[in-house]
């Protein structure tokens, strides 16, 4: 059997972690906010750890005395200083030889610090979220570093990585965004994935000839690269202008962000781009693609803004171009609209569908015209960040979907499907609408709506973050009707609020509104109890019928508002002579055929009861029976 040293360094090394992530022994000492405690009696070793987060200042001695007994410091554990924010200032003794996992994450207030030569092991994500960490110095002999080793060290601008190092993990630097220049050891073989995610400041890289393995993202977010360079010994990988290619040229890898060509023609030997690793995410410079005739897999352009053209070679079998816009070869789908290109857009007739991100991040669209060949089922998700987008037309022989002055809708009418963001009025949702769909209308500039009486449903997040000002929500009384899951989240223009006979109102539907200041309300209903969370229920006025202050107070979700007021007697000075749906026998009355509360009041306002449909038992005399938007008069002899 072969030897595996790497098994043999895991059956060492394992055991270890396990007994540093405990209590590593009941002999222990406290100096300085230190605790040190015994790991080796055999050995005379041990440990060093923060006492509490609170620790400002962590001195570290070489040996310490327990119990009348001298140990030398080897090891910072697992968890050692994490989460003390206030930590300035740490010096290691050059006794130490490991620093455990997480041992300083957190430490937010970090600086610098120097690692003694003698450390050989450093675990994972031992700086991570040390944000005001400058600069480190890794000494040499340590062979990895390990995932997430300085993952969020936001104010890194330099680190020194020795030449022993032969793996670069996952996440090892990622969300590093001022470290402006890396260079990689001549031996590593592994770039894991996201390992150089989002370090905006590096301007050039190089690439050793050992790199056998760049992992998923890895050099995703590098938004200041000008040029991938790789050393010519490298058989994994080549450079091409700064474009980074596998060496046999088939996948185009990374093609720089800060690249400053504007014109780009990717290799006739190119057939794919590398989907995770987004091949030409934000290449701000890039205006126009060629794309060559085998090109098959993943092309994409996120965060090209200033891209208005990619024109495919013709004959490529998977992809074709119309006027520098890219659909399959086909036609029936349209995948990609440069973010760029004209205010207007017509898609072209044979259309049947169009990908999720098309149209993302296209800030100067203004408006679209959809063919009836369109087949594509909800589209608010589809034009993400089109926020001068005003219009959507569609063409009148759609079997799905219809167009009102510039809002979509199902064919019959029924549903609202999305109202664009750059849309600015004072909405009335049409009369046939039983339903506004999750999305709708989030992010709009709506000042205001008012929904139709015969309302089912308002979805999840669809009016979520929009400008609207006031809201009235009706609904018929033959539903309960609901209004979805942050419904209204973050609408802070919000002021007033008109929601009187809709049932359900689910969580967060109107959270963080934060300067709504009246609801009128006349059922209780069904309300989470999170419905109006971050809403200042100090100031908000709840408006309620008049006798009902009680039955709101007896509520999780309403009782959370200071100010309840009645608003009169309106049902009682509009109730009718004509009781649908209601019959008295003798002192029953019987009410049927209703979901709403059913409310009943003497003539003079005061409430005797408040229920469901059924029977109950009321004293002679004149009352009024209130349910949804209707009352009615009736004597009880």
């Given amino acids: 059997m072969a030897f595996d040293s790497t098994k ?122 040390c944000e005001s960490l400058e600069s ?28 022993s190092v032969s793996s670069i993990e996952a996440k090892a630097f990622k969300n590093c965004k001022n470290l402006a220049q890396i260079s990689i050891p001549a031996a590593v073989k592994e770039i894991g994935d996201s390992a150089l995610y989002n370090c905006q400041s590096i301007e050039t890289l190089y690439i050793p000839q050992n790199v056998a393995t760049i992992g998923s993202n890895a050099l995703d977010g590098m938004d200041k690269c000008s040029g991938f360079y790789v050393n010519y010994q490298n058989s994994n990988y080549k450079g091409d202008n700064g474009v980074l290619f596998t060496k046999n040229g088939i996948v185009l890898v990374k093609y720089p962000a800060a690249k400053t060509d504007k014109e780009y023609t990717i290799p006739e030997s190119t057939r794919v781009l590398i989907f995770n690793m987004q091949s030409f995410q934000n290449c701000s410079n890039l205006e126009k693609v060629n794309v060559p005739v085998n090109m098959a897999n993943n092309l994409a352009f996120p965060g090209c803004n200033a891209l208005t053209d990619v024109n495919v070679a013709s004959g490529n079998s998977s992809y074709k171009s119309v006027d520098g816009v890219v659909f399959t070869a086909d036609g029936k789908e349209l995948l990609i ?137 009706l609904s018929n009384d033959s539903t309960d009707g609901s209004i979805g899951a942050k419904a209204f989240l973050g609408c802070d223009s919000l002021e007033t609020l008109s929601i009187p006979y809709i049932y359900a109102i689910d969580s967060l539907a109107f959270g963080n509104c934060k300067n709504l200041k009246s609801i009128t309300r006349d059922i209780v209903g069904n309300p989470s109890a999170s419905a109006f969370d971050g809403v200042d229920t100090e100031n908000c006025v709840l408006y309620v019928p008049a006798g009902m202050t009680a039955a709101f107070r007896a509520n999780e979700c309403w009782n959370k508002f200071k100010n309840i007021e009645e608003t009169g007697v309106n049902a009682i000075n509009n109730a009718t002579d004509n009781a649908e749906s209601v019959s008295v026998n003798g002192n029953i009355v019987s009410v049927n055929g209703y979901k709403a509360t059913v409310n009943v009041y003497t003539t003079d306002g005061k409430l005797v009861y408040s229920g469901k449909n059924g029977s109950f038992s009321l004293a002679n005399g004149i009352y009024v029976v209130a349910t949804g938007k209707k009352s009615f008069k009736i004597a009880v002899k």
């Fill in 8 to 129: 043999l360094k895991t059956m060492l090394v394992l055991p270890l972690i396990t007994l540093l992530a405990g209590s590593l022994s009941a002999q222990s000492v406290t100096k300085n906010g230190i605790t040190y405690s015994v790991l080796s009696e055999a050995a005379s070793t041990a440990t060093a750890q923060a006492e509490d987060t609170s620790i400002k200042e962590a001195d570290i001695e070489a040996t310490v005395s327990i119990n009348d007994k001298d140990y030398n410091v080897t090891i910072i554990p697992f968890n050692a200083f994490k989460d003390c924010d206030s930590l300035a200032s740490v010096t290691i003794p050059s006794s130490v030889i490991m620093l455990g996992g997480n041992a300083f994450q957190n430490c937010t207030s970090l600086k610098s610090i120097d690692i003694p030569s003698n450390v050989k092991n450093i675990f994972t994500n031992v700086f991570s979220g």
């Fill in 136 to 163: 480190v110095s890794i000494p040499d002999g340590i062979s990895e570093i390990k995932e997430g080793l300085f993952n969020g060290c936001t104010s890194l601008k330099s680190v020194e990585i020795p030449q």
């Fill in 337 to 473: 609209y440069p973010s760029a290109r004209a205010e207007e857009y017509t898609i072209p007739e044979g259309t049947e569908t169009f990908a999720k991100e098309t149209f993302n991040n296209c800030a100067g669209l203004k408006a679209v015209s959809v063919p009836a060949t369109l087949k594509l089922v909800g589209l608010q998700d589809y034009f993400a960040n089109c926020k001068d987008l005003s219009a959507i037309n569609i063409a009148d022989g759609n079997t799905y979907y219809k167009s009102v002055d510039g809002a979509m809708y199902s064919k019959n009418g029924k549903v609202l499907i999305f109202y664009p963001f750059a849309k600015e009025s004072e909405y009335i949702v049409p009369d046939d609408v039983i339903m506004v769909s999750g999305n709708a209308a989030a992010d709009s500039k709506m000042k205001s709506v008012v929904t139709p009486e015969n309302l089912g449903t308002i979805g999840e997040n669809a009016f979520a973050n929009s400008e609207i000002k006031s809201a009235t929500v």
